[in-house]
Each structure stands twice: as C-alpha cells, then as structure tokens.
C-alpha cells in the first residue's frame, strides 16, 4: 500500500504507461532475484483467458506453485497469517475480547502488505491511470474494510477515530520516522523531495479539514433547528463534494499534470520520462493472479475485520484504555506496520518522494476518499456518519496539518524535522490516552457524535420535561443546583479582580461618596437581576415551556417576540447590539484577570513559615528521597572508571579481576555503612560534608589533611572527567570516520578541541548554585550510565558470541617480566579503586534526604542498592569486555575501538558519556565550589565583589542572579582543569593515580576513626581490631596503586 501518486514516483509504471523497474525493494518485499520470473513464465500465459494453457495438470500445479511462492512463502512477514485463524478459534472458545483484539491485529498485519503488493502487480497491467484508481481503492482498503464493519455494527466513534489515527499516524509517524532515519544515514546533505506534490496534498489536506470543521461548527453553535440533522446533511453533502474533488485531483495528476509529479533524482532534479537509468520490471504474477489474490485478501481482512471490531469494547473495558486510544493509536500503527515500514526504508535509501507517497498520499486518501466514502456508505446503510468528529479531535488534525504544511514547504528534510515530528505524535498519543469520551446519556458513541434519531431516539430516556427555545424535546442532564450552589457560582463571578481596587476607589471618593456609591451600586445590581431572573422560562416566568440558557438566547426569545408584533426588524439590531457587548465584557474581563494574575504570582512574600519551608535547622526543606540518593550515587559512582574496568580485568586475569571487583564492593559498603552514622553528631546537629563531620570528630589537624586530600581527589576527578569527555567526543568521530573509509584506514583526531568545548560547557554548567538544584542533572547522568553500561555489556556479548569463544586466562595479560607484571596489576588495582568509592560526597548526598525516616537509615539502603547495582553492571562490563577481546583489550572499552560496529550504536554510547560526565563534573566539583565560596565569604565578609549579588533580566529568561567572585572563581576552576588535562591526556594512568589517592584515606582511614569516636569504641575491643586490621589491608592496596600508576603515567609521558 502506498500513497496517491505511488504509481509514478515508485518507478512501477513510468509516466508514458509502460512499466519499468523499482530501484530498490521494500523491507516487506521479497528479494529481487527471487521476484523476477523467468523469461518464459509470462509467455506460458497467454491465450487462454485467465492466464494459463489447458493441457497437462503439471501446467496448472506448477502455477499454483510458483503464485504461492511468489505470494505467501517469499515474504517472512508472513509467518503471522496463521494468527488470524488463531483469533477465530481463541473467539470460539474462551471469548477473551482483549486476546482476540491482538490477534486479530496481528493477522492483518501481513495481509495489509499482500494486499498492496497484489495491488501493485495489477496496476502494471493496467497504465497510470487506472493504476491510481486501484491505489485509491484498495490503497488503505484494510482502514475501509475495518469501518464499514464498525459502521455496520452502528459503531461510528471507531469509524471516526480509526481513520482520524491513519491520518494522524501517517503525517507524523511515519513521515517523522522518514525524515529522521533518512537524516542520520544522509547526515551530511539535506534530503529533497519533490515540493510541488507536497504542496497539492497539504492543500487537499486543509481542504479535508475545512470539511470537518464547518459541521463540528454547525453542531457546537447549536443553531440548527432539528439538533444533528443540519450537521448530518452537510456532512453528506461535503462529502460527495470531497470525492468529486478527489477525482478531480487523480485526473490532474495521472493525466493533464504529470511532469511537475515525477519524483526528484538524488541532485535534486526531475527524473524524466525516458531515464536510462531505470531498468524494465517485469510482473512478478499474472493479471488474473493478482485479481484473484486480490479478492482473497480482501476476504480474508474482512474476517478479520469483523472479529476486531467485535473486540473493541470489551477490549477497552478489560484493559481500562479508552477507546480513542484504540481507534487513533493502535488500529492504525498495527495495522499499517508493514506499509509504514517499507516507507522509512525507502527514506533511508534516500528516495524521500516514495516515503511521502506513503505517508502524505495516504493521509490524503484517507481524508479526501477514506471519510468520505465512509459517510456515503453509512448513508445507504441508514447510519448517522457525519463529518461532525469531536472538536478537540478536529483541532488536533487541523493543527497537525498545518505543522505537517510548514515542514515540507522548504521541499527538504533532516533528521531534526523528523524527531520534532515523532515527539508531535507523541503528544497526541498521551492526549488521547488520556481522553475519554463523555458518558453514553451525554454522547452516544455507539450513534456518533450527533444525537441518535428515530427509533434510536425513542429507546433513550428523557431527563427533562421542559423543551428548549427551538421547541424540540430537549437532551440534556438532570439539574441539581440549589440556592446554595448558585450563590456560590454568583460569588465566584461577582468576587474578582474588581475586589482589589475598591480601596483605591473609595480613596478617590471619600468617606461619604465612596460607601454611597457602593450602596447604589448593589442597589442596581438587585434590581437588575430581579428582571433578568423571570426571562429564563418564556412566555411564563414561571411556567415556560422554553428555557433561555444564556443572556443571548434570553435576548433572541424576546426581540423575536416582538418583531412578530410589530412587524419590524429592529429586535435583531437589538440581539446584534447586546451580543457585541457581552462579548467584549468577557474578553475584557479575561484581560483584567491575567493582569491580576501575572501580579499576584510575582509577588514575594518575606516572611518564611518555619514549619512549611525550613528544617530544624534552618535550612530550606530537604524532600530528598532513597531513589533520588541512589541517582545521586551511581551518577557519582558509574563515570568514567567503568570504563576501564575490562582493561583491569584483563591484567589480572580470570580469578584475580572478578574477585577484585567483588572485594572491592564489600569494601565500599563498609565505608558507606560507617560514614553514613557520622552525618548527624551524638547531640542531633547536622554534619552537612565529609570536612564538617571530621572537624567534628576528628579535630583541626585531620580536618586540615583531610580537607587537602579531599578537595585534591575531587580537583583529579575533574580532569579525569575531562580526559574520558574529550576521548569519548574524539572516538564518535572516528568511529565515523572508519565507517566511511574502513576499519583500516588512518582515522586520526586530536582531544584539544573537544577538552576546550567540554570546558566551555562546564563553564556555564558550574554557575548552578549548589547541590540541591542538582536533583534533575543527576537523573539524567543517572539514565546516561544505565545507557552506556547496557551498551558496553551488550557488545561484549555480541562479541563473544561473534567469537563463539570466551578469550582470556587465569593470570591475566602476559608481560615481558614479572615486575612489568606486577606494576600493571597494581595500575589495574588504582584504575578499580577509581571506579568504586564515593565517600568524599556521601554526606553531601545524605544532606539533600528528608526526615523522618531518620538519614542515616535511608543513606544505608540507598548505598546497598546502589552498590548492587553498580557492582552487577561492573562484572558485565569488565567480564564480558575481557571474553571478548582477551589479551587485546582497549584500556578504554569504548573508545579503543574494539568495537567498530554497529557504528551509530558506538556513537550513541560515547554521546551517552559525554552527557553522564557533564553532570559528573558538577557533581565533584560543587563541594568545592561551596567550600571556597564559604571560606571567602567568612574571610571577608564586607566585600561586594565576594558577597553581593547582581540581578539580570535577559529576554525570555528568567532573572539571573550573578556573583562576581562566583564567576570568575568557578571559570578559573575549570579552565585550570582542563588545562592540566591537556598535559597529561593518560586516561588508565590518571584514573589509577586519583583511585589510590582517594581510596585508602577518604574512603576508609577516616570512617574508620570517625567512627570509632562517634560510637565510642574501645582500643583493643574485637571491633576495634577488626576494623584497624580491615584499614591496613585498604592501605597496602592503595600503597601498590599508586605505586603501579605513576610508573605508568611516567612511562606513558615520556614513552
């Protein structure tokens, strides 16, 4: 199935009529070789009518053969046509309406696709023009199919919806698709396609939505005299309009315009008539084959059709979706799986007029021949289809249309347009998840969206016993208002804006003017609505058979009236008058309330609730939660050391490296496990960082060692930071590189100028204020480290399994001589201390968590599930990462380049990095940040260029509050970062250097000590030598870490 003009632009019948080639083959297309039949299998048809010589039955099995072959067996697709019987029989036997739907779905799914192949091969037979009326007819026949059984079944909200979702999905599912596929294959040029056909079907698409407008306008204006009747004319009558129009528009393309229709070459310019580049395709079936394939499919939708439509209600209920996410979301992706499929291939093949063929010329079919057809044959069926679609579906497509207009205007397209387009469609998928249509007793979907007429009227209950001003029995709720709720509604509407310059006022009046004139005023608003009240029911103010709903109506009764007895029109000029005056009252009314809206919001109020907005120690309220800490921790924790753990892994070996990982886990959690009672002091007081817990604890002295040796390891983490950003933005590069020009050719960047960018970016994200405005960049680092581990561990397992082999030892990489060895084993050592440890931001992490429960309770489980975690994805990563490459692993898995292919999955990763590290960066580097800022502001706190704050208001932004020292510190920062980076651009031996720093002092000498002041713990106890023995174990492998990678870093610098 493809678009209106498909016949001309998929190159299957040339302009002049005669067949010729398709470039290429769709996705659900059976391959080349095996479609082209032989040089005699036309032949052997021939004289007989049908196609075939009588004579011997072989002749006749070989041609059933060769059809089902050609049909059925060539396309693996078609593995789901025995799920069709499979819903009949699930029906028969247990009746589960949600099991039948997706049955059923399923089905259809390969005989949509066969059906536009069968029709394909029929319009070679046939030339241009009867070829596009067969595209017009069965091009979308599985929609047509599905909503003339919903019609038959009375069902029109599915009819509307299911053929609303085709237009829908198709300008912006799939043309998004299109668009960005072909965009990151074709990423260096700009896609065209052939504007002049885009620019007819955008406008038969305005025309189609015109056409649901003006009735969805008649039924909302309630001016018709018999309601839904007006609306169901003028959908018949727009109707036949729109298919003559629709004829119209195939004469013009397939006979007196066809050139400005002919698709665009890869340069831009028309492919003529008489392309040599374009190779004679032959049928690939009969005529009469693809007749009868043609009417079997059909059938066999048909069925299928019934069966789902059968199943839509009970579906709904039993899964508790609405039925207009069924009818707009899933009936036509599912159902046109195939067909979209075929056109985002086409898109990646760059031949972007085929894929608008499918998506915009299907949309157009839809909305010019589908509805209309559809209102046509529920006419000659005695069902109300109308053109009269809810208001905010109509708003939907008309808003689509004009997005859809304005994208294909400039006759090009790129990956960006596509995903704009894609996260349109997504918004209108939660739009109609969400909605629901009104109960049956206010809007029958079952008889439309008019009110159902004739015997379908008589079976419904009346809930009123008055009738409306037209005189007709009135279908509207029961009223339930008492006094009370209407001097509510009168209070809400009195009680405004006008309330808050009454003060003003009488200050302008006067002590005595001022109340008067408020007294009158009441005065004349009493008398006022005493009138109005007895022209709500006409004649009788009390016994009327007609109700006026509004002012206007109201105004209508009354001016009629009296035009009837005197003869004169002056009662409309009087209705004209009182309109354009309750018109504007409304709309000035909506200006005066956004005016005092807008100055209520912007008002601060000074004062602070010390229960409402502050903890108990004067803080602003923590609202941080288990889940939020553990974001916080494995943005942290997962950065650029997973990175380099398969690396490790290697130099250690089989036994060695897991158990290395596993040790080092336990040990972490331990740390985490101590520190974590060290965030409050035994008299409840908060201990807000790693520096204030061992001032606390420890005293001045270690507080001064700690500090140097903290704020040192996270100065490190930045540049590292730096390293693995610039290493990973440089690998997308050539990863590009080598798949253009080959896995062997020279593909060599420099790291320089994506440090300086990273930089430059970390820059401007360090002017964020301190941690707790940080909460949304550590969830998207949090989702950036899932990503690229899932990456990492997936390709190693691709890998081996491309291998069919697990490759590595028990000791590990071999080495020239054992201390070589050794040395490489301790930087393996350093580069896993790297990867684990977290203590140093722990209690920062722990500050943001709410009370109750108590933080130390909290911090202890997030910390266990986050090790966990970050421990399974470790193992995967550097295991699977070894198996794969053994004795060749890359220091770093994923800029290495282990892994060539698939090159865009490689990129994908490495962008994952990149955007993990700019939240990681902020994460190490804001404790520093607070802490100089603190000690400047204590050191000097007179000084305007350390403390004050300067506001600006640029335009579309929000104000900004800036600080001078906060400026030019956090730039200085930075820059120094990235600048030591470019010195020494090592990525192993730099991680390895910074784990053994950080490992063995931060992360257990001082929670040891800590811990043994805050819980009191005695020399010489059992726990006492346990963790003193514990920390000179943690000591001996940071020692042999640190050894290890600074004569890796010294051989790497001068090597």
């Known amino acids: 199935m493809v678009g209106i003009q498909s016949q001309l632009e998929m190159g299957s019948v040339a302009p002049d009529g005669s067949p010729h080639e398709f470039e290429e083959q769709s996705l659900f297309s059976p391959e080349s070789g095996n479609r082209k039949m032989q040089a005699g299998h036309i032949s052997e048809y021939g004289s007989v009518p049908g196609g075939f010589q009588p004579g011997a039955s072989n002749m006749w099995k070989n041609v059933v053969y060769k059809s089902l072959k050609t049909v059925i067996f060539s396309n693996k697709l078609n593995v789901l046509i025995p799920v069709g019987p499979l819903a009949i029989l699930v029906h028969i036997l247990t009746g589960h309406n949600g099991l039948v739907f997706i049955l059923s779905l399923l089905g259809i799914i390969p005989l949509a696709e066969r059906l536009g192949y069968a029709t394909e091969q029929l319009a070679m037979y046939t030339g241009p023009t009867i070829g596009g009326l067969l595209n017009a007819t069965f091009g979308n026949a599985t929609e047509l199919i599905i909503a003339i059984y919903a019609l038959r079944n009375g069902m029109i909200r599915v009819v509307q919806l299911s053929l609303l979702g085709s237009i829908l999905s198709n300008m912006l599912l799939v043309l998004g698709c299109a668009f960005f596929c072909g965009g990151l294959v074709f990423y260096r040029k ?6 002049a056909t885009a620019i007819v079907n955008s406008g038969l698409l305005l025309m189609a939505v015109m056409g649901l407008l003006f009735p969805a306008v008649l039924h909302y204006t309630h001016t018709e005299v018999h309601y839904g009747k007006s609306e169901l004319a003028l959908s018949r009558f727009s109707s036949c309009i729109m298919l003559g129009v629709y004829a119209a528009y195939l004469f013009f393309q397939l006979k007196t315009q066809k050139d400005p229709y002919i698709p665009l070459s890869e340069e831009g310019s028309q492919v003529g008539e008489h392309d040599d580049n374009d190779d004679d395709e032959t049928p690939e079936i009969s005529k009469w084959e693809s007749v009868l394939w043609l009417s079997i499919m059909t059938a066999w939708i048909s069925i299928l059709s019934e069966y789902l439509v059968d199943a839509i209600e009970g579906t709904s209920h039993a899964w508790n979706i609405p039925i207009s996410f069924i009818g707009v979301i899933l009936l036509p992706i599912v159902g046109n799986a195939a067909e979209h499929a075929g056109a985002i291939m086409f898109a990646m093949k760059d031949k972007l007029d085929i894929s608008l063929g499918v998506a915009i010329g299907s949309s157009t079919q839809i909305s010019m021949f589908g509805i209309p057809f559809c209102v046509v044959v529920g006419w000659i069926m005695g069902q109300p289809m109308d053109l009269n679609f809810q208001l905010f579906e109509t708003a939907t497509l008309f808003i689509t249309v004009i ?117 009158v005023f009441a005065a004349i608003t009493l008398l006022s609505t005493s ?21 206007m109506e109201a105004v209508s009764s009354k001016v009629q009236n009296s035009d009837k007895i005197d003869n004169s029109n002056s009662g409309e000029r009087s209705q004209i008058v009182c309109g354009i005056f309750a018109e504007e009252s409304l709309y000035g009314s909506g200006i005066a309330y956004t005016i005092t809206s807008a100055s209520s919001i912007r008002f601060e109020h000074p004062l602070e609730l010390a229960n409402g907005c502050c903890d108990d ?135 320089t100028i994506y440090m300086l960018l990273f930089g430059v970016v970390q820059i401007v994200m360090s002017q964020i204020p301190d941690f707790h405005n940080m909460g949304w960049l550590s969830v998207i680092a949090a989702i950036m480290s899932f990503t690229y581990s899932f990456i990492g561990f997936g390709l190693g397992v691709g890998k081996v399994i491309e291998n069919g ?110 955007l993990h590290l700019v939240g990681g960066y902020q994460i190490y580097s804001q404790p520093v940040f607070a802490f100089v800022e603190g000690w400047f502001s204590r050191k000097f706190p007179s ?113």
């Not at 109960?439 to 439309?448: C, Q």
């Not at 006409?538 to 009327?544: V, Y």
């Not at 301790?826 to 684990?836: K, N, T």
């Not at 709410?850 to 470790?874: D, Q």
Request: hydrophobic share 45%; glycine share 8%; aromatic share 14%.
């Open 190 to 195: 700009e896609q065209v396609f052939n504007k």
């Open 403 to 519: 997005v859809v207009a304005f994208f294909l205007q400039e006759g090009s397209s790129n990956y960006f347009k596509g995903l704009m387009l894609i996260l349109c469609y997504v918004i209108v998928a939660a739009s109609f998840f969400v909605h629901e249509d009104p109960p049956p007793e206010v809007w029958f979907y079952k008889f439309g969206n008019s009110f159902p007429m004739g015997d379908a009227a008589e079976d419904l209950p009346l809930l009123g016993s008055f009738s409306s001003a037209d005189g007709e029995p009135e279908q509207s709720i029961k009223r339930t208002g008492t006094v009370w709720t209407a001097t509510a509604h009168v209070i809400t509407g009195v009680i405004g804006a006008g309330v808050l310059s009454l003060a003003w006022s009488i200050a302008q009046l006067g002590w005595i003017a001022g109340p008067l004139c408020m007294i």
């Open 531 to 551: 009138l109005l009240c007895d022209c709500y029911r006409f004649p009788d103010p009390e016994h009327g058979s007609i109700r006026n709903r509004s002012y």
């Open 617 to 751: 120690d004067g803080h602003p309220l923590r609202t941080g939660t288990v889940w939020s800490c553990v974001a916080h921790i494995i943005t942290a924790v997962i950065g650029s050391g997973v990175l380099s753990l398969a690396w490790s892994t290697a130099q250690l070996g089989w036994i060695a490296g897991p158990v290395s990982l596993l040790c080092f886990a336990i040990v972490t959690y331990v740390s985490s496990f101590l520190l974590s009672d060290c965030y409050r002091s035994p008299d409840g007081t908060r201990n807000y960082s790693y520096m204030h817990a061992v001032r606390v604890n420890l005293g001045k002295t270690q507080t001064w060692f700690c500090g140097l040796l903290q704020y040192l390891s996270m100065y490190g983490t930045g540049v590292a930071y730096v390293v693995t950003t610039s290493t990973s933005m440089s690998a997308i590069q050539r990863s590009n590189c080598y798949h253009r020009e080959g896995h062997k050719a020279s593909c060599s960047y420099g790291d």
């Open 805 to 914: 082999r697990i490759k590595g030892s028990i000791s590990g990489v071999p080495a020239a001589t054992a201390a070589d060895k050794l040395w490489v084993a301790f930087e393996a050592l350093g580069d896993i201390a790297f990867a684990y440890p977290y203590a140093i931001i722990l209690l920062e992490i722990q500050d943001t968590l709410k009370s109750p429960p108590a933080e130390n309770k909290s911090m202890k489980k997030a910390s266990m599930i986050s090790i966990f975690i970050t421990t399974f994805f470790y193992l995967c990563c550097g295991c699977f990462g070894y198996a794969a490459f053994g004795n060749d692993t890359p220091g770093n898995l994923l800029t290495g380049f282990g892994f060539f292919e698939p090159y865009w999955l490689v990129d994908l990763a490495n962008a994952c990095i990149v």
């Open 943 to 1055: 000084s305007g260029f350390v403390n004050n704050f300067h506001t600006f208001k640029l335009p579309l932004f929000p104000r900004l509050q800036v600080n001078l020292f906060r400026l030019c510190f956090r730039t200085v920062y930075v820059a120094s970062t990235t600048a030591i980076a470019m010195v020494f651009p090592y990525f192993n031996q730099v991680l390895g250097v910074l784990g053994a720093l950080n490992f063995w002092p931060l992360a257990i000498y001082f929670p040891v000590e800590m811990y043994f002041v805050q819980k009191k713990v005695g020399a010489w106890t059992r726990k006492w030598i346990l963790l003193r023995t514990f920390s000179f174990f943690c000591l001996l492998v940071t020692i042999a870490g640190l050894i290890g990678s600074i004569d890796g870093l010294i051989t790497a610098k001068l090597g």
